[in-house]
Nanobody, 120 residues
């Protein structure tokens, strides 16, 4: 199983970016999916998460600015980021809780990380 993230880049303050992450491989079922980030000198933190049936949870710092969504048919999760500011600069990682074919339990998988830089 692999998670492939994309969509990062350089954006000016106030701008927008959309991150995408697709899970592929021997996937029987996907439970929760989400996005985390690690800013320079800081620990990794949860940005947003979405359950299989659509319930969402956001970090206070991104509420009203970021929107997480998913496409269960594509095993994909997205993060629409609006009104970006310098504090959003970080490496963003997608996460998914996945059950592989032939395996009973769900396991955590992580994408490779995509850099988001907010700067003028």
């Amino acid at each position: 199983v692999q998670l492939q993230a994309s969509g990062g880049g350089l954006v000016q303050p106030g701008g927008s970016l959309r991150l995408s992450c697709v899970a592929s491989g021997s996937i029987a079922s996907v439970s929760g999916m989400g996005w985390y980030r690690r800013a320079p000198g800081k620990q990794r933190e949860l940005v947003a998460e979405i359950a299989s049936f659509g319930d969402t949870n956001y970090a206070n710092s991104v509420k009203e600015r970021f929107t997480i969504s998913r496409d269960n048919g594509k095993n994909a999760v997205y993060l629409q980021m609006n009104s970006l500011n310098a504090e959003d600069t970080a490496v963003y990682y997608c996460h998914a809780n996945i059950r592989r074919w032939g395996i009973v339990k769900y396991e955590d998988y992580w994408g490779q990380g995509t850099q988001v830089t907010v700067s003028s």
